[in-house]
């Protein structure tokens, strides 16, 4: 269910948005008093865009193997060139353990921006092929309209975790402005499917890894 920014109940911090959620259901206005609704802590809000971007990387993982087995001589070989390369993103959890809160934040954020044109032009694209299976066509529709909804999820971490002092207001406005020129790239639509898929795996694995590292680092009681 979509995350809604909520009216804070009276004698909280307005500045501070809030998210409650009655059992199972959707994220509903908080009623100060009612006992019912239980806020959403920065963990609650975590889990959830990790798993949501456990689901987009599953997808992708299904259509490269459905479409794309790999071949024996691409095996070893480096990673292909992806309209992304240009990023600066720590490979390897160690690395990306040690950077900046705000700065995996930003990445992030960054990414998420960076695919989010070249996957509907991609969907444009592969409508026009009759030969493709009806599944194939349904994950990637999926996964663009999932990439949206992760980048506005992980957005309310962040309003949530600034709010509290967790990380600093330096990342507002950062993400969009500084991704739109990749977002937009002719590498992106220039590259074969068998690239571009390739290239958005990897990349989606990449900010599941990084939303990982920062739930662990931001809230260590967890053991991860």
Request: proline content about 6%; some cysteine; overall charge positive.
């Given at each position: ?208 890894s990084y939303l990982k590292i920062l739930k662990c680092r931001i809230m260590p009681e967890n053991s991860c």
């Amino acid at each position: 269910a979509a995350l809604t920014p909520l009216p804070p109940p009276a004698g909280t911090d307005p500045a501070t948005p809030l998210l409650c959620r009655r059992g199972a259901g959707a994220a509903v206005a908080a009623v100060a008093g009612d006992a019912g609704c239980r806020l959403l802590t920065v963990a609650d809000l975590f889990d959830r865009v990790i798993r949501h971007s456990g689901r987009i990387h599953s997808l992708a993982t299904a259509l490269c193997e459905k479409r794309l087995p790999p071949r024996d001589n691409e095996l070893g070989k480096s990673a292909r060139k992806c309209h992304t390369s240009g990023m600066l993103t720590p490979n390897g959890t160690e690395y990306a353990q040690k950077i900046p809160r705000e700065e995996l934040t930003h990445l992030t954020l960054k990414l998420l921006q960076a695919w989010k044109e070249p996957l509907s032009h991609f969907n444009q694209h592969i409508e026009h092929h009759q030969e493709l299976p009806d599944d194939s066509l349904s994950k990637a529709k999926q996964i663009s309209n999932m990439v949206h909804e992760l980048k506005t999820g992980v957005e309310k971490v962040t309003e949530k975790m600034q709010s509290m002092g967790i990380i600093n207001n330096s990342l507002t406005g950062m993400a969009s402005s500084e991704a739109t020129g990749l977002s937009i790239s002719n590498e992106a639509n220039m590259m074969s499917d068998s690239d571009f898929i390739h290239c958005f795996r990897r990349d989606s694995n990449k900010v599941q890894s990084y939303l990982k590292i920062l739930k662990c680092r931001i809230m260590p009681e967890n053991s991860c």
